[in-house]
């Protein structure tokens, strides 16, 4: 074909790759098309396993409440940090991690130049107007050779990109609705965090910032 077809215009112009650093870059729009179907699959799964502010190792309630699905979910209490096959609050598996979901941070992390994502864990954040994460690294996994993927919804906030020492520069990037992140490669356990989110409405998710971000944790 000669052109491209409307509907192909109207992505290109709303999907674009912004680099972050080596390893590392925003694709700008990337969810976009799914939107809908990904907040309904999540709906599913948070019916199955719901949502829940959990506690850190020093006992703190954390602002952002949080669900899994796949194989693995990435849980805290006072025990500490660690990835478990069984919900805690329901003694049961986590829900599946839907076909569109890994579909989704397959091809994402394919555009990033990782090919062959298998992720087995999508952790579920929830925030809030106020909510943040802390900066942190993403270490629990075993293989350091895959990327992270991480998926935006909702209302805008602001991530933070650091380095590889909790007390380097980060950099403020902006994420909206269907944004996606992914960080692999030399940038694998860079820093990153959410300043606290400011009170906003999204036409499809109300005053919440949905994240999702998918691992490969086996
Ligand atoms: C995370 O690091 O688990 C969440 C990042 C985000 O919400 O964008
Ligand atoms: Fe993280």
Same mark, same amino acid.
């Not at 209490?77 to 986590?94: C, F, H, L």
């Not at 994460?133 to 990109?161: C, W, Y």
């Not at 650091?162 to 909206?176: E, F, N, S």
């Not at 989110?197 to 998710?205: F, I, Q, S």
């Given at each position: *074909?000669?052109?491209?077809?409307?509907?192909?215009?109207?992505?290109? @112009?709303?999907?674009?790759?912004?680099?972050?650093?080596?390893?590392?870059?925003? #694709?700008?729009?990337?969810?976009?098309?799914? !939107?809908?179907? /990904?907040?309904?699959?999540?709906?599913? &799964?948070? +019916?199955?396993?719901?949502?829940?502010?959990?506690? =850190?190792?020093?006992?703190?309630? *954390?602002?952002?409440? *949080?669900?899994?699905?796949? =194989?693995? $979910?990435?849980? +805290?209490? @006072?025990?500490?940090?660690?990835?478990?096959?069984?919900?805690?609050?329901?003694?049961?598996?986590?829900?599946?991690?839907?076909?569109?979901?890994?579909?989704?941070?397959?091809?994402?992390?394919?555009?990033?130049?990782? %090919?062959?994502?298998?992720?087995?864990?999508?952790? /579920?954040?929830?925030?809030?107007?106020?909510?943040?994460?802390? #900066?942190? %690294?993403?270490?629990?996994?075993?293989?350091?050779?895959?990327? /992270?993927?991480?998926?935006?919804?909702?209302?805008?906030?602001?991530? #933070?990109?650091?380095?590889?020492? @909790?007390? !380097?520069?980060? &950099?403020?990037?902006?994420?909206?609705? $269907?944004?996606?992140?992914?960080?692999?490669?030399?940038?694998?356990?860079?820093?990153?965090?959410?300043?606290?989110?400011?009170?906003? +409405?999204?036409?499809?998710? $109300?005053?919440?910032?949905?994240?999702?971000?998918?691992?490969?944790?086996?």
């Amino acid at each position: *074909m000669m052109t491209l077809s409307l509907f192909d215009e109207e992505e290109n @112009r709303r999907t674009w790759q912004e680099p972050l650093c080596e390893g590392a870059l925003v #694709l700008r729009g990337f969810a976009l098309e799914h !939107d809908v179907a /990904i907040l309904a699959a999540l709906q599913n &799964i948070l +019916t199955e396993s719901p949502l829940h502010h959990m506690v =850190t190792p020093g006992g703190f309630r *954390m602002s952002v409440a *949080m669900s899994n699905c796949g =194989t693995y $979910g990435w849980v +805290t209490d @006072r025990s500490g940090y660690r990835y478990a096959k069984i919900d805690p609050e329901r003694g049961q598996a986590w829900p599946a991690l839907p076909e569109l979901f890994m579909k989704l941070a397959q091809e994402a992390a394919a555009q990033a130049g990782y %090919q062959d994502f298998l992720p087995d864990a999508c952790l /579920i954040n929830r925030y809030e107007a106020s909510a943040r994460m802390s #900066l942190h %690294q993403d270490k629990n996994e075993r293989d350091f050779t895959q990327p /992270i993927v991480s998926v935006s919804l909702g209302i805008p906030a602001m991530f #933070l990109f650091g380095g590889m020492q @909790r007390a !380097d520069k980060a &950099i403020r990037v902006p994420l909206a609705h $269907g944004d996606v992140v992914v960080w692999g490669g030399s940038a694998r356990l860079r820093y990153h965090g959410v300043l606290a989110l400011k009170t906003a +409405t999204h036409p499809l998710v $109300g005053e919440h910032r949905i994240n999702l971000t998918f691992r490969k944790v086996s």
